[in-house]
């Protein structure tokens, strides 16, 4: 079918090439774009079905004349302060390679657009084969992770300063959105890694260039994005616990001051109640009353600091 004759049929299918090397991106898939590729295409129904769904795991699918890649990459919500997951499928064989993502993966977009407008950049990426091509998508996405996982590190710093501060409200709010995304990260990055490890031996047919050093240096990206993530696990579990140490150290200081001040105030409260009795007692009826209970009130209170002070309760 020709590009035109797609157009005609709206579907969401752009296609650009190099020589014999096609490069078709659909996004985002629907119905009509799966149903399209099996007229043209001799794909299994499941792989198609599967780049419909959100809920595929990464995979590795080999047939005969083609490869099916499921990958997961991690995207950053602003709207709603969360970093949630987007797929890529991906078919590949020796003279094609299909994308299909939802428009969200900012790096495949803007090497698709950059691949459309500038000749050289097409040459560059599809001139080596379908696995070459492949291998720029990933690396560009893998690094895309970096910067999240450097806006993770920023995130941490913040709550760490704002723990340490005189006003902690808001602490644990971030905390917990710095837990929520480390482990909605690691989530993601955790299958990744075991199916691009194992990519280079199943695409090298598909280019002439050597791709085990290119490949080598995805996955040591990967591995670096997994060991911030270990690492921030472990600095957010010591904040939470730093907090958890600072409010209660807190709480105790609050409690500690209010029960010294009912310590005190507890004989002067019996010496009041006693004078508030309808019964005989001693200055009842002399002028200076108030201030020889104010005087007894206040020896008490004198007596009750010195004592506490003596024992080193303040």
């Known amino acids: 079918m020709a590009q035109s004759e797609i157009k005609k049929e709206k579907l969401n299918i752009e296609m650009i090439s190099w020589g014999k ?5 659909i996004a985002p898939p629907t119905e009509k774009e799966t149903e399209y590729l099996s007229k043209n295409y001799s794909f299994h129904p499941l792989d198609l079905d599967d780049t419909l769904s959100k809920k595929q795991r ?19 919500r602003k709207e709603e302060r969360v970093l949630t997951t987007s797929q890529l499928s991906v078919f590949i064989s020796s003279n094609y390679l299909i994308t ?3 428009n969200e993966l900012k790096p495949l977009v803007k090497l698709f657009k950059e691949c459309q407008i500038d000749e050289e950049s097409l040459k560059e990426y599809l001139n080596q084969g379908p696995a070459y091509l492949l291998y720029r998508i990933l690396d560009r996405l893998v690094d895309y992770c970096l910067p999240m996982l450097d806006k993770v590190g920023d995130g941490i710093e913040d709550v760490e300063k704002l723990i340490f501060s005189r006003r902690q409200r808001g602490a644990i709010r971030g905390i917990s959105w710095l837990r929520r995304d480390v482990i ?13 490890g194992s990519l280079e031996p199943k695409i090298r047919r598909y280019t002439e260039v050597e791709l085990p050093v290119y490949f080598g240096d995805v996955v040591d990206h990967l591995d670096k994005i997994w060991d911030g993530l270990d690492e921030y696990k472990e600095i957010i579990e010591g904040l939470s616990d730093t907090y958890d140490s600072l409010a209660t150290n807190r709480t105790n200081e609050v409690v500690r001051i209010l029960t010294i001040f009912a310590t005190v105030m507890l004989p002067v409260t019996v010496v009041a109640s006693i004078y508030g009795m309808n019964i005989e007692l001693p200055f009842m009826h002399s002028d200076y009353a108030l201030i020889y209970v104010f005087l007894v009130m206040l020896v008490i209170i004198v007596g009750i600091l010195y004592f506490l002070r003596r024992i080193r309760v303040i």
Not at 58 to 76: A, G, N, Q
Request: no cysteine; proline share 8%; net charge positive.
């Open 21 to 25: 090397i096609q490069w078709m991106d």
């Open 58 to 76: 990464p995979k590795i699918d080999e047939y005969k004349d083609y490869l099916f890649f499921v990958f997961h990459f991690p995207i950053y």
């Open 100 to 102: 299909l993502h939802n």
């Open 184 to 196: 909605a990260f690691r989530r993601i990055i955790w299958p990744m890694r075991a199916v691009i």
